[in-house]
């Protein structure tokens, strides 16, 4: 059988998540932090549907709950452009590093 | 080498070179474009793991509309040109060390899952998929679907409430 193992899509869920860490950490514009998270969940959905096709007890269940957390992401996404309106229209700035009134 | 390990390498591939760019490029809009290819050839991944109806999803949501609520987001908020001012935060060492926290991360978690296996199993996912997912959605997670409903509305409600002018400031124009 020369299917792709499991492994193969774990580790590049991995380094999607990883890429996604480091720019939501350092990236200056909430723009960008916003869509970094965005990777980081994707590949967390990777990780769930190769479960479900490849885990221990292979079922329909975790397409489901990568349905269930592209919803939850989609919500997210929506109020966090939001949240990002109101701030740049109080402060004029997108820029995450001037935005640090509950700092003092 | 058989065509799936071929697509699955091609499509690894494109995600990750535009994960890569996505931290590299300089203008946010270029930044979002890269993770567009990220996103269709993470649908990509999906068919190949015989989930065709979660690949059509991520197609209609991810590279359909959060990337256009992402688009909206940077041609409502002003930019100036990034080329000249810094795209992070945090000086070389602040980095670094991030860097290698994250690089840290990621080694213990490969350590973990690089010869995870459990064997083949014979799982009819690819047989009627969107029906599959149907039936299971309406009977055994009919609960959890509910509440995805009323999180939707409440975001919806939300963010039009958050990003509504205030009434005072309305007035003034």
């Known amino acids: 059988m020369s299917s792709v193992p499991l492994s193969a899509y774990l580790v590049l869920a991995l380094i999607l998540f990883c890429i996604g860490l480091y720019g939501a950490l350092t990236k200056r514009n909430i723009v960008v932090v916003l869509i970094c998270i965005e990777l980081m969940l994707n590949a967390v959905n990777i990780n769930l549907v190769a479960f479900a096709k490849y885990g221990a007890h292979p079922g329909v269940a975790g397409q489901i709950f990568a349905l269930f957390t592209i919803a939850v992401a989609a919500a997210e996404a929506a109020v966090g452009l939001a949240v990002l309106m109101a701030l740049y229209r109080n402060?004029?700035?997108?820029?995450?590093?001037?935005?640090?009134?509950?700092?003092h | 080498m058989s065509g799936e390990y071929l697509a699955?390498?091609?499509?690894?591939l494109v995600a990750i070179i535009g994960g890569?760019?996505?931290?590299n490029l300089s203008k946010?809009?270029?930044?979002?474009?890269?993770?567009v290819f990220t996103f269709i050839s993470i649908a990509g991944l999906y068919v190949l793991l015989s989930a065709e109806f979660v690949a059509a999803v991520q197609v209609l949501i991810y590279s359909g509309a959060i990337t256009i609520i992402m688009l909206f987001g940077i041609m409502l908020t002003r930019h100036?040109?990034?080329d000249k001012e810094k795209t992070t935060t945090g000086g070389f060492w602040r980095k670094a060390l991030t860097a290698i926290s994250v690089f840290a991360f990621g080694a213990a978690v490969y350590l973990g899952v690089y010869q995870l296996d459990f064997g083949e199993?014979?799982?009819r996912l690819h047989e009627k998929n969107a029906e599959q997912i149907g039936t299971a959605l309406y009977s055994h997670y009919i609960i959890p679907f509910e509440i995805i409903s009323v999180i939707l509305l409440v975001a919806l409600v939300g963010a039009i409430i958050l990003a509504k002018k205030d009434d005072g400031e309305a007035q003034k124009k």
């Not at chain 1, 402060?91 to 700092?103: C, G, L, P």
Request: no cysteine.
């Open chain 1, 91 to 103: 402060r004029k700035t997108v820029h995450i590093d001037e935005i640090d009134s509950m700092k």
């Open chain 2, 8 to 12: 699955f390498l091609a499509l690894a």
């Open chain 2, 20 to 23: 890569v760019l996505m931290l």
């Open chain 2, 28 to 35: 946010v809009v270029h930044m979002v474009i890269a993770l």
């Open chain 2, 80 to 82: 100036r040109e990034e």
């Open chain 2, 121 to 123: 199993n014979a799982a």
